[in-house]
T-cell receptor
């Protein structure tokens, strides 16, 4: 009964192209969504977030899109760079709860 | 400013033994969280301290796990006795009260292998 799902365990993208990472959720009470990036042997680091009142948030090369009706969000990275190779986690929370509910992660590999 | 530090970084113990993981949050952070990731799966919430009080321990898997945060500073997570399924990476995170996701800081994790 995973509430946050990342169905692609890995994704390989050519350098310079767009990387699109997807995340689906089931809990309609989630009102805040986050993407974290994790390098090997390091803890997750915050990348970008979006509130449920928005459908898009952009920060440099990173854009997160939220489709509430489909309970789907995606992270777009353009252009992709070698340093973007990492595991990306989608996480969500309810306003009234400090817990973060996480997906299983997607390993992004940027090919030179 | 020092980040969230965790010790040990790696631990290999036999089934039935005891392990204690330690987390030192960022100074001044009242919120402290423990999370766990079993190999290849999602990161799961274990518990949340506000200062020395357990705010939410709904994610603790069973009574073999004991978390403490005496004095509201560092925290320990003890697993006793350890079982094979306890293997994974244990992450600690800290933040100020009221922080949103971009100001929750994670440690590098403690890798636990139970053999």
């Amino acid at each position: 009964d995973q509430q946050v799902k990342q169905n692609s365990p890995s994704l390989s993208v050519q350098e310079g192209r767009i990387s699109i990472l997807n995340c689906d959720y089931t809990n309609s009470m989630f009102d805040y969504f986050l993407w974290y990036k994790k390098y090997p042997a390091e803890g997750p680091t915050f990348l970008i977030s979006i509130s449920s009142i928005k459908d898009k948030n952009e920060d440099g090369r990173f854009t997160v899109f939220l489709n509430k009706s489909a309970k789907h969000l995606s992270l777009h990275i353009v252009p992709s760079q070698p340093g973007d190779s990492a595991v990306y986690f989608c996480a969500a929370r309810e306003d009234s709860n400090y817990q973060l509910i996480w997906g299983a992660g997607t390993k992004l590999i940027i090919k030179p | 400013e020092a980040g969230v530090t965790q010790f040990p970084s790696h631990s290999v113990i036999e089934k039935g033994q005891t392990v204690t993981l330690r987390c030192d949050p960022i100074s001044g952070h009242d919120n402290l969280y423990w999370y766990r990731r079993v190999m290849g799966k999602e990161i799961k919430f274990l518990l949340h301290f506000v200062k020395e009080s357990k705010q939410d321990e709904s994610g603790m898997p069973n009574n073999r796990f004991l978390a403490e945060r005496t004095g509201g500073t560092y925290s320990t997570l003890k697993v006793q006795p350890a079982e094979l399924e306890d293997s994974g990476v244990y992450f600690c995170a800290s933040s100020h009260v009221g922080a949103t996701g971009n100001t929750i800081y994670f440690g590098e994790g403690s890798w636990l292998t139970v053999v």
